[in-house]
């Protein structure tokens, strides 16, 4: 935590004025710089009620070039909000590469407010602040650069700027009854805040303490703290840390491909009365859920050719199409190169009751990027617990997560693409990249194997279907299926 | 309205494979040219109950590449949904160019059932078809291919097909309670469907009413009908249509500019007494229309440097930054150049009881793009009506809506832009692009007076504001801005 010094101390108006002038240039400078190294910002801007917060808001906007910033104020959530994990806004209100985010509240405010007003305990207080720990962490990982202001002013120069206010007709306005609420509840706000402070300050995203009480000086401090900050991250470009799993190497990972018995089958006549049985099955289910408001996440991997989209077929024809939607996840383009790589599929979790397909899914970033070297090894290695932690949080929202791996033989799957060739209307699923694909089965069996022990969790576990007979996997995956949600109801 | 031939009477069960597998081939290859030549295409699966509207969209959703489609079914409408206008759904289910929208459920739904069930009267309903027709007149002349079906059983088949699902133990939980209500309104159903058809029924997007009697027999209509406007939309490409304002080049359109008296001026006494009276009074009058959930949309357009960011940093500081949002717009980049040129401005409609400031706006059809011609004729002619129409649907859903252009005189421009840069962190603001833009003076001032002749509505004037004298213009905004609210709360 940094203690801004008490800067300008000695210098006149004019000088003052200059040397903002000065800065301001040097901001504008920065930002340009950050925008030309495809650095995001993110501002977050916390203290004390009455410290002027909103203006310093105000004011960022002005000194910054506003075809570059977006700046978020938080309310209470909104009903989609509510419907949708904890850090869903805040995800929305990730900066793109390049530009600039200003937080007007943010992760810390409600949790802060819930303890000061006893209705959170200690524990989950601490709790809370370990997961903002690490979704800034994740962030400062992937080159984000994030800088905290908290303004503070003491007890008595908050009753008095709060009194100020009230007294002239023009700002009365401004002056809230939770003002007043807040200020009598003082010593616990700071007592909590110094906690959330102290727990939540890492090298990579200080918090930086304010003084508050003159306004100038205040701006003044952000503005030179901004500035350095800013030049010094172009200077850095620090995109990777070190890997989270340094033992990564030395474990030995079982290989969980080897145990699927692929010569499981299904007779015919069996089949056609399995799948209709589970699919009448399924659709109580879903319903069920719906009416409970349980959201569910499917995510679909396998071989290529492995039988994905015939097997979501069979799921979806249970289904009302209104209670779902299919996402096909295929190389990110457009605005989704533009940010953290878990933002589009953070983007596309279901409303309360309601149920997403992810037709391969953000475990691409341990499987066909981590094989075709599109992320860097600190990336894929950093990417588990990344995983885990966003499959954590869909959990912890009371989410159903069914993961389905199809697995195939690499005989079976020449067949498929041969006969694929032959078929006129099958013969586009067979690309030069599945033939490319092919040659290193080692290598994403290697991954598959690595995925598989690091991110199958006791809620989320991964389920390995025999797929070598397409209507065996078929009738698994909808009985698997059907036993999550029951397990739930 | 097409009539479906009985096609294939006679062939036998072979043949019918055959040509089957023909035309899935056909209907790929249409898909990729579709792709290739960046046309969106709109599916619309609508009918009878029971018709078997579900099982189509699934056999579509099979036919087609899964990558390039995306399916929406429309339930009740959501919070997020209820709190935009009627077509914000829908315009968030556009498809991009080169990809396919399979629409279960559509803009036609509602207006029918509420017709049937005596919610909205004959004259409702009416205007509701008419909306329609103009929506789907908007998309086809952007380029849009629309495909409508119409699934039709008579009452009788309808019958048989309710109770022939309800026998069987597996397709039991397909019927709802609903399906019989409706079937008891049969009558009524038909005759409200076919006015809506007959009046939503153009040359460019006709109804294909199929008989769905027979499901092998629906599903190879389709195929064919798909197949081949498909291929017919590749080879014609009809980007632009004749523009709707034929008398456009004979009226003569008076100069507003020339009215606008720029020597109105304010003193600095006056000025700081009435930018805080007007943002204290802005103030009240915001929070009182977020407490009625009144949205509002604000519009600056203006000449380079003419002062609207200041303006609306103006208007901004007054605000909780809760209760807005600012969009700067600039050229369309990514994802908005993929999607009809007010795509855009939907995706950023306000929620209810909210402010979104657009610093410039959807009026750039009118006046950039048509200066620069970024738009061609037809199209920035077009844009008058379709404004209109989109600012009509916000004002129907209870909007308000601001439109500001600041005026500033060529001279003042030029002695600005010197200025500017002079001035370390104002330089960034002046680009080549500015002295370009200035060249074309007179264009522009065409442009703006034909825009505000032609957008100048009821209940969306545009208010043009003297600006030579920043402070003046500031203080007017202000007070233009909060006599639109109060005249609303």
């Known amino acids: 935590m940094t203690m801004a010094p008490d800067v300008n101390r000695k210098l006149s108006r004019a000088e003052l004025d200059v040397q903002r002038a000065e800065l301001r240039a040097r901001l504008l400078d920065a930002q340009f710089a950050l925008r030309e190294a495809r650095v995001p910002l993110i501002i977050i801007v916390s203290g004390v009620d009455g410290a002027g917060k909103g203006e310093l808001v105000h004011r960022l906007n002005e000194w910054l070039d506003p075809r570059g910033v977006d700046t978020h104020a938080f309310m209470a959530k909104s009903p989609e909000e509510l419907e949708r994990p904890r850090y869903w806004r805040y995800w929305r209100a990730l900066p793109a590469k390049g530009r600039v985010a200003i937080l007007f509240g943010s992760w810390y405010t409600g949790p802060i407010l819930q303890r000061v007003y006893g209705e959170t305990g200690k524990k989950r207080f601490r709790r809370t602040l370990e997961r903002i720990a690490s979704h800034e962490r994740m962030l400062c990982d992937d080159g984000f650069v994030i800088l905290k202001f908290w303004l503070h002013l003491s007890r008595k120069a908050q009753r008095k700027r709060l009194r100020d206010m009230e007294d002239n007709p023009l700002s009365h306005w401004r002056v809230l009854p939770q003002d007043w609420e807040h200020h009598s509840l003082y010593d616990d706000f700071i007592k909590t805040s110094k906690l959330a402070l102290t727990t939540t300050d890492p090298q990579d995203a200080p918090w930086r303490v304010i003084p508050a009480t003159s306004r100038a000086k205040c701006e003044s401090n952000v503005l030179l703290q901004l500035v350095e900050r800013m030049e010094e991250a172009v200077k850095i470009r620090k995109y990777v840390t070190a890997p989270r799993i340094t033992e990564g190497k030395r474990v030995k990972i079982p290989s969980s491909l080897a145990q699927v018995n692929l010569d499981s089958t299904i007779e015919d006549g069996d089949y056609r009365k399995a799948v209709t049985t589970q699919q009448a099955r399924l659709n109580r289910l879903v319903w069920?859920?719906?009416?409970?408001?349980?959201?569910?996440?499917?995510v679909l991997e396998?071989?290529?050719?492995?039988?994905?989209?015939?097997?979501?077929?069979?799921?979806?024809a249970a289904i009302d199409p209104r209670l779902y939607r299919t996402v096909p996840i295929a190389a990110p383009k457009n605005e989704e190169l533009e940010h953290h790589y878990l933002w589009r599929f953070w983007r596309e979790l279901p409303r309360a009751g309601m149920m997403t397909i992810f037709d391969r899914s953000w475990y691409g970033r341990v499987l066909v990027e981590r094989v075709e070297g599109f992320a860097s090894t600190e990336e894929w290695q950093r990417a588990y617990d990344e995983i885990n932690d966003f499959e954590a949080q869909l959990l912890g929202h009371d989410m159903l997560i069914g993961k389905f791996w199809l697995h195939i033989s690499k005989e079976e799957q020449l067949a498929r693409f041969k006969k694929r060739e032959e078929i006129a209307y099958k013969r586009h699923k067979i690309t030069e990249e599945d033939w490319r694909n092919r040659k290193r089965w080692n290598a994403y069996e290697k991954s598959v194997d690595e995925m598989v022990f690091r991110t199958s969790t006791a809620d989320a576990p991964w389920n390995l279907i025999a797929g070598n007979n397409k209507k065996f996997a078929r009738v698994q995956i909808l009985k698997t299926l059907c036993s999550i949600f029951e397990k739930a109801l």
């Open 288 to 298: 069920a859920a719906h009416q409970k408001k349980i959201s569910s996440v499917l």
């Open 302 to 316: 396998g071989w290529d050719a492995a039988g994905k989209g015939s097997a979501i077929r069979r799921v979806t």
